[in-house]
């Protein structure tokens, strides 16, 4: 099992930032990627972006590709949501999720196996 734990959510206006943590915990060796997702009531899971835990080779979706950021800290087992620039089409609750599948498509929710509580991010107009 691997638990993982997210912080960071907030209210934000336009253009401004922040950044989400998800601390992972218990089998933290299983993991193949961490992605992040969001969403929006009524809607389903949108990609974010996602990490690879052990080669650290990141992809993002195109809506936040160059405002947000991904990285990793190995020793903490954290990975964060650098989140720049803000727009009210951002507001969602956001979620952390791993996947220990060695081939996944890492856009796609149902390949990940466990997820976050989410935290709540809006950014007001």
């Known amino acids: 099992q691997v638990q993982l734990v997210e912080s960071g959510g907030g209210l934000v206006q336009t253009g401004g930032t922040l950044r989400l943590s998800c601390a992972a915990s218990?089998?933290?060796?299983?993991?193949?990627?961490m992605g992040w997702f969001r969403q929006t009531p009524g809607k389903e899971r949108e990609f974010v972006g996602t990490?690879?835990?052990?080669?650290?080779?990141?992809w993002y979706s195109d809506s936040v590709k160059a405002r947000f950021t991904i990285s990793k800290d190995s020793a903490k087992n954290t990975v964060y949501l650098q989140m720049n620039s803000l727009r009210p089409e951002d507001t969602a609750v956001y979620y952390c999720?791993?996947?220990?599948?060695?081939?996944?498509?890492?856009?796609?929710?149902?390949?990940?196996?466990?997820w976050g509580q989410g935290t709540q991010v809006t950014v007001s107009s």
């Open positions: 999720a791993a996947t220990t599948s060695m081939m996944p498509a890492l856009a796609k929710a149902d390949s990940y196996d466990y």
């Open positions: 990490i690879s835990w052990r080669t650290n080779n990141i």
């Open positions: 218990g089998r933290t060796f299983s993991i193949w990627s």
